[in-house]
């Protein structure tokens, strides 16, 4: 058996004694397998490859012993896949398509005549490399992406580099689209080579196999090891990508540089569909995007097809120097906009000079990979996870021409043969499948303490609602634990946490930087943080006014007027909502510096409303009243002088604020979310300035 020890390019994690408790079921080790590979991102990338095992079953509908097929379904991912994200099909019927294969010419109708060979009705859709895995006989089947194999394969001289390492224990299929003649080549490639371990397929990646999930498991390590050292003993010998062009930032200065230009980005590459953004600065872009083989490279583009759908068929290369002076939005606008121009028009060209009469209409024209040389890159998606994956996909595609460059030079896919893969009907139609954006799809909430109560709820309503949230809160424990919250419900890509007292500048800002550099920018602007003191006139004293003036009014001032300024940046207009309250609007006893704060609120937000109209940034208000669950705010000497100055106990609380309303209502953190998703949610974009009560029904705090 072997041991991780033997391997120093790719990680075995096989776990004996786990794979023995999984002896005699060959799908479950399948799954195992399938895991172990995609947990590696040096072995494939996210969403990418297959594998496949085929086992004996009986036939359900004769009882006799049949070969059955399970190979990874259409969509999904190696790394997270399970059982629900598999295919099984009759071998022998996949076998007898053949008999109707009318070629490639017509290769596409052989994808709904998989259906016809599905075994298992739980099935998940036969992908499009189905036939790949059938027409080779072996019993467990590896297709994978690793970085090292494909720089050999998207080498110029590929073929003779393969036969010279492998001494012609792999095959070489040329570059040909994924389907069912490819399955056909490969069968042939290994009719020609009996006894080979695998196939290397031109462009694109690595095909091996073993009679169990083991054996299967450690050839496929050990054939991307060695094209790996290959690989790094050519690299050692040579400057990468022809060395040092620029000299990269300071850590520092280049967080801080993508943190102003993010906004930027996003607003040029929102004009189309609105974007969530992603930053990365990691040492390997670093060493592209700052190298002499930077403005050669960048223009071909990517070979492996999961690589350029993607990241598109090329990266947008700003000409900004580092340290560019960013203060001046306006100037750095139109320093920008040629550049996107030039993109945009570059991709309509791709389009219509490859073009066919049947092709899918051309889609959004803007780059998804902006590379800034001495800062690092941005990618731009319809929402964070793909813009992330956009990010390692292109990282996959720097490690292949890094590779491919060190052992010979470095060749993409012809713009034809992208643009057949890119247009291709039958991912039109699995685009087309995708389920519809939800409302808030594309769009970045920022919304102060919502580590808790209303701003949780309101956090949480956003998010189911298809938006990345800024979760952030003064208190690092609660913070904490409603991180650890939201990564249960929403996993990592939906939200990102940031410490934010609202009355200190600096840490405004630097909520706003985290953002930019995790989703681009932001879009909503949610003023919920606050606190209230209830006291006598008497009993308040100036630290007490001090406090709410500074949380509540200076607090929602400094939020919004940072949060414009990035709308400003992005050109697409935004929401600004101000949590205020119905005392806002109602007098009532002991409440001096609390009810005039909110007063200070409601009517800032007025002037906010006035002055962004003509920046399309609206700003709306919510006045809710007693929303008592999940609230720090009605924890101790707050509830104890409410209940004070209505002459009754804290317990009774709840009941007295239901019972004074129009409706008879109590009223809950989810009923402000509500409130918030409705002016927000598409249906009041023509609307601003407005005051929304949710009180249950105070005529004594109505507006007018």
Same mark, same amino acid.
């Given at each position: /058996?072997?041991?991780?020890?033997?391997?120093?390019?790719?990680?075995?994690?096989?776990?004996?004694?786990?794979?023995?408790?999984?002896?005699? =079921?060959?799908?479950?080790?399948?799954?195992?397998?399938?895991?172990?590979?995609?947990?590696? *991102?040096?072995?494939?990338?996210?969403?990418?490859?297959?594998?496949?095992?085929?086992?004996?079953?009986?036939?359900?509908?004769?009882?006799?012993?049949?070969?059955?097929?399970?190979?990874?379904? %259409?969509?999904?991912?190696?790394?997270?896949?399970?059982?629900?994200?598999?295919?099984?099909? +009759?071998?022998?019927?996949?076998?007898?398509?053949?008999?109707?294969? #009318?070629g490639i010419a017509h290769e596409d109708e052989m994808v709904a005549l998989f259906n016809h060979c599905?075994? =298992?009705?739980?099935?998940?859709?036969?992908?499009?490399?189905?036939?790949?895995?059938?027409?080779?006989?072996?019993?467990?089947?590896?297709?994978?992406?690793?970085?090292?194999?494909?720089?050999?394969?998207?080498?110029?001289?590929?073929?003779?580099?393969?036969?010279?390492?492998?001494?012609?224990? !792999?095959?070489?299929?040329?570059?040909?689209?994924?389907?069912?003649?490819?399955?056909?080549?490969?069968?042939?490639?290994?009719?020609?080579?009996?006894? !080979?371990?695998?196939? /290397?397929?031109?462009?694109?990646?690595?095909?091996?196999?073993?009679? &169990?999930? +083991?054996?299967?498991?450690?050839?496929?390590?050990?054939?991307?090891?060695?094209?790996?050292?290959?690989?790094?003993?050519?690299?050692?010998?040579?400057?990468?990508?022809?060395?040092?062009?620029?000299? &990269? *930032?300071?850590?520092?200065?280049?967080?801080?540089?993508?943190?102003?230009?993010?906004?930027?980005? #996003?607003?040029?590459?929102?004009?189309?569909?609105?974007?969530?953004?992603?930053? &990365?600065?990691?040492?390997?872009?670093?060493?592209?995007?700052? %190298?002499?083989?930077?403005?050669?490279?960048?223009?071909?583009?990517?070979?492996?097809?999961?690589?350029?759908?993607?990241?598109?068929?090329?990266?947008?290369?700003?000409?900004?120097?580092?340290?560019?002076?960013?203060?001046?939005?306006?100037?750095?606008?139109?320093?920008?906009?040629?550049?996107?121009?030039?993109?945009?028009?570059?991709?309509?060209?791709?389009?219509?000079?490859?073009?066919?009469?049947?092709?899918?209409?051309?889609?959004?024209?803007?780059?998804?990979?902006?590379?800034?040389?001495?800062?690092?890159?941005?990618?731009?998606?319809?929402?964070?996870?793909?813009?992330?994956?956009?990010?390692?996909?292109?990282?996959?595609?720097?490690?292949?021409?890094?590779?491919?460059?060190?052992?010979?030079?470095? &060749?993409?896919?012809?713009?034809?043969?992208?643009?057949?893969?890119?247009?291709?009907?039958?991912?039109?139609?699995?685009?087309?499948?995708?389920?519809?954006?939800?409302?808030?799809?594309?769009?970045?909430?920022?919304?102060?303490?919502?580590?808790?109560?209303?701003?949780?709820? !309101?956090?949480?309503? /956003?998010?189911?609602?298809?938006?990345?949230?800024?979760?952030?809160?003064?208190?690092?424990?609660?913070?904490?634990?409603?991180?650890?919250?939201?990564?249960?419900?929403?996993?990592?890509?939906?939200?990102?946490?940031?410490?934010?007292?609202?009355?200190?500048? =600096?840490?405004?800002?630097?909520?706003?930087?985290?953002?930019?550099?995790?989703?681009?920018?932001?879009?909503?602007?949610?003023n919920c943080a606050g606190l209230s003191i209830s006291k006598p006139l008497e009993e308040h004293t100036?630290?007490?006014?001090?406090?709410?003036?500074?949380?509540?009014?200076?607090?929602?001032?400094?939020?919004?007027?940072?949060?414009?300024?990035?709308?400003?940046?992005?050109?697409?207009?935004?929401?600004?909502?101000?949590?205020?309250?119905?005392?806002?609007? /109602?007098?009532?006893?002991?409440?001096?510096?609390?009810?005039?704060?909110?007063?200070?609120?409601?009517h800032l937000s007025r002037l906010n409303a006035a002055e962004l109209g003509k920046d399309k940034i609206?700003?709306?208000?919510?006045?809710?009243?007693?929303?008592?669950?999940?609230?720090?705010?009605?924890?101790?000497?707050?509830?104890?002088?409410?209940?004070?100055? +209505?002459?009754?106990?804290?317990?009774?609380?709840?009941?007295?604020?239901?019972?004074?309303?129009?409706?008879?209502? !109590?009223?809950?953190?989810?009923?402000?979310? =509500?409130?918030?998703?409705?002016?927000?949610?598409?249906?009041?974009?023509?609307?601003?300035?407005?005051?929304?009560?949710?009180?249950?029904?105070?005529?004594?705090?109505?507006?007018?």
């Amino acid at each position: /058996m072997k041991q991780a020890s033997d391997f120093t390019h790719v990680s075995y994690l096989w776990d004996d004694a786990k794979a023995a408790s999984m002896a005699g =079921d060959e799908v479950a080790l399948l799954i195992y397998r399938s895991n172990l590979l995609g947990a590696d *991102l040096r072995l494939t990338n996210y969403g990418g490859g297959n594998t496949s095992c085929k086992v004996m079953a009986k036939d359900p509908l004769t009882g006799e012993d049949t070969e059955v097929m399970w190979v990874k379904g %259409s969509g999904g991912d190696l790394g997270t896949l399970k059982k629900s994200g598999l295919s099984a099909l +009759y071998v022998n019927r996949l076998h007898n398509l053949q008999k109707v294969y #009318r070629g490639i010419a017509h290769e596409d109708e052989m994808v709904a005549l998989f259906n016809h060979c599905i075994f =298992d009705l739980d099935s998940k859709a036969p992908s499009i490399d189905t036939p790949l895995h059938g027409f080779l006989p072996f019993k467990h089947i590896d297709h994978l992406h690793p970085d090292a194999a494909i720089a050999i394969a998207a080498a110029k001289d590929g073929k003779k580099i393969t036969q010279e390492l492998f001494k012609g224990t !792999i095959g070489w299929v040329d570059w040909q689209r994924p389907g069912f003649d490819l399955g056909l080549q490969l069968k042939a490639c290994l009719e020609e080579n009996p006894g !080979i371990r695998g196939i /290397m397929l031109g462009s694109h990646g690595l095909f091996t196999w073993g009679d &169990t999930a +083991y054996e299967s498991y450690v050839n496929t390590l050990e054939v991307i090891e060695q094209c790996a050292v290959f690989i790094e003993t050519a690299v050692a010998s040579k400057k990468v990508f022809e060395g040092e062009k620029i000299t &990269t *930032l300071p850590k520092e200065k280049r967080i801080a540089q993508a943190a102003a230009l993010a906004p930027v980005l #996003r607003g040029f590459c929102s004009t189309h569909t609105q974007m969530v953004g992603h930053f &990365t600065d990691d040492e390997r872009v670093l060493t592209f995007i700052n %190298s002499q083989a930077l403005g050669r490279l960048a223009p071909m583009g990517t070979s492996c097809p999961d690589h350029f759908l993607r990241t598109k068929i090329s990266p947008l290369v700003l000409t900004l120097s580092p340290d560019e002076d960013l203060t001046d939005v306006n100037a750095i606008q139109q320093q920008l906009a040629p550049a996107f121009e030039a993109y945009r028009k570059m991709y309509a060209d791709y389009y219509d000079s490859c073009k066919h009469a049947n092709s899918p209409a051309m889609r959004d024209a803007n780059p998804v990979v902006i590379l800034y040389p001495g800062v690092g890159m941005f990618t731009f998606a319809a929402n964070k996870q793909t813009a992330r994956v956009a990010a390692e996909f292109y990282i996959n595609a720097i490690n292949v021409m890094r590779g491919a460059e060190a052992i010979s030079a470095y &060749t993409s896919l012809p713009r034809q043969e992208a643009f057949n893969i890119e247009y291709w009907l039958l991912e039109e139609a699995k685009l087309q499948r995708m389920p519809r954006p939800k409302a808030l799809s594309g769009r970045v909430a920022l919304v102060t303490g919502s580590a808790g109560g209303i701003g949780k709820a !309101i956090a949480k309503k /956003m998010a189911e609602e298809g938006a990345c949230i800024v979760v952030n809160d003064n208190d690092a424990d609660r913070l904490s634990k409603a991180a650890a919250e939201l990564q249960q419900q929403y996993g990592k890509d939906v939200f990102t946490t940031v410490l934010l007292d609202v009355t200190d500048g =600096d840490a405004v800002r630097n909520a706003y930087n985290q953002a930019a550099l995790y989703f681009g920018g932001v879009d909503i602007v949610v003023n919920c943080a606050g606190l209230s003191i209830s006291k006598p006139l008497e009993e308040h004293t100036e630290k007490d006014w001090d406090l709410l003036y500074d949380v509540l009014v200076k607090g929602q001032f400094l939020v919004t007027q940072a949060g414009v300024n990035v709308m400003r940046k992005q050109g697409t207009g935004g929401d600004v909502i101000n949590i205020v309250s119905k005392n806002a609007l /109602m007098s009532g006893p002991n409440n001096a510096g609390y009810g005039s704060a909110k007063a200070a609120q409601l009517h800032l937000s007025r002037l906010n409303a006035a002055e962004l109209g003509k920046d399309k940034i609206r700003v709306n208000v919510v006045n809710p009243d007693a929303v008592i669950t999940d609230s720090k705010i009605w924890e101790g000497a707050w509830a104890e002088g409410r209940a004070k100055a +209505y002459q009754i106990t804290v317990a009774e609380l709840p009941a007295y604020y239901a019972k004074r309303t129009l409706l008879n209502e !109590i009223i809950h953190p989810s009923d402000i979310a =509500d409130a918030c998703f409705a002016l927000v949610g598409g249906l009041l974009t023509k609307s601003t300035g407005n005051v929304l009560n949710v009180d249950g029904g105070i005529a004594a705090a109505f507006v007018r």
